[in-house]
């Protein structure tokens, strides 16, 4: 378990799921509750389902990180959330489209 800075003698835990859709009210909720329930510092999304990219913050301190498509159809999407605190270990990130996210 994570409890400090990233090293070689700490564990990371980490990932993926595919949510069909967080375009929906309660979703983000409901995907945090899961990933603390699983003890996971960071969780890799596909079919987020939203528009554009960009970083945003949660209410309960978890950064997102996302990348979706840039006509306004909510299809396809990825992100990236990780726990609070993780944050700090990300050097940078680059939304490369729909599909593919780098961080």
């Given amino acids: 378990m994570t409890t400090g800075a990233i090293s070689a ?3 990371t835990l980490i990932g993926f799921w595919n949510v069909r859709t967080m375009y929906e009210l309660g979703r983000m909720a ?3 509750a899961e990933m603390k329930c699983y003890k996971l510092d960071i ?8 528009t554009k990219s960009g970083r945003m913050k949660t209410t309960t301190g978890e950064t997102v990180l996302y ?4 006509d306004y ?6 992100a990236i959330i990780m726990k ?3 944050e ?3 050097m940078e990130w680059k939304p490369v489209n729909s599909r593919i ?3």
């Avoid at 990348?67 to 840039?70: A, D, P, V, Y």
């Fill in 43 to 50: 969780l890799g999304i596909s079919e987020s389902r939203w």
């Fill in 84 to 86: 609070k605190g993780m």
């Fill in 67 to 70: 990348s979706g498509r840039e």
């Fill in 88 to 90: 700090k270990y990300l």
């Fill in 30 to 32: 409901q995907v945090i």
């Fill in 9 to 11: 003698k700490t564990t």
């Fill in 73 to 78: 159809l909510h299809h396809e999407g990825v």
């Fill in 101 to 103: 996210i780098q961080a």
